[in-house]
């Protein structure tokens, strides 16, 4: 298999340059959609090119709030400033435009919790939790007589959220 090692070199560039222009730190699945929506590259392309540039000390990982996140490292800084202009400016129009319209899908981020804890011999407490960018949406904590039963409960949580909150919501208003 023969490899355009040009197209890497601009595939990465790319990546530099999609977490200079946002300025802020990304996730790899963040980085990902930005250049998915814009480009002709595969995911597992990127997540190998974010690899290299890991490797190479490019890209920094961070750990933040119970998940990594992508940084420009000084490295990475200079050799964008350095061969900023191998990648195409129709690219970096078309990043641009879908940064300045996209930032809050971007930053969107959906959590959603199911935990249970063991109280007294036959008694487990459930919480459930739905998050959107780190504001509660909705919070629940039940009693539940079995394990079987509290793990049941985890379980529809976490596949029926969105179904189950605005079932909830209705009920309410």
């Known amino acids: 298999m023969i490899f355009n090692s040009e197209q890497q070199a601009e595939d990465k560039l790319i990546i530099l340059y999609v977490l200079k222009k946002i300025k802020t730190s990304l996730t790899r699945e963040q980085v990902a959609l930005i250049?998915?929506?814009?480009?002709?590259?595969?995911?597992?392309?990127?997540?190998?090119?974010?690899?290299?540039?890991?490797?190479?000390?490019?890209?920094?990982?961070?750990?933040?709030?119970?998940?990594?996140?992508?940084?420009?490292?000084?490295m990475g800084k200079e050799t964008?400033?350095?061969?900023?202009?191998?990648?195409?400016?129709y690219i970096t129009e078309m990043i641009d435009r879908y940064l300045e319209e996209n930032r809050e899908k971007i930053f969107k981020e959906v959590k959603v919790t199911a935990n249970y804890q063991k109280l007294g011999e036959t008694d487990y407490l459930i919480e459930l939790k739905l998050?959107?960018?780190?504001?509660?949406?909705?919070e629940i904590s039940l009693n539940a007589p079995t394990l079987k039963l509290a793990l049941d409960v985890c379980d529809r949580w976490k596949k029926n959220t969105q179904d189950l909150y605005s079932s909830v919501l209705n009920l309410l208003t």
């Not at 998050?131 to 909705?138: C, I, K, P, R, T």
């Open 35 to 74: 250049i998915i929506e814009n480009l002709q590259i595969g995911y597992f392309d990127i997540q190998l090119y974010i690899d290299d540039l890991i490797k190479d000390e490019f890209l920094s990982v961070l750990d933040y709030d119970e998940k990594s996140v992508l940084t420009l490292s000084a």
């Open 80 to 89: 964008l400033k350095v061969f900023h202009e191998k990648i195409p400016i």
């Open 131 to 138: 998050q959107e960018n780190n504001m509660v949406l909705m």
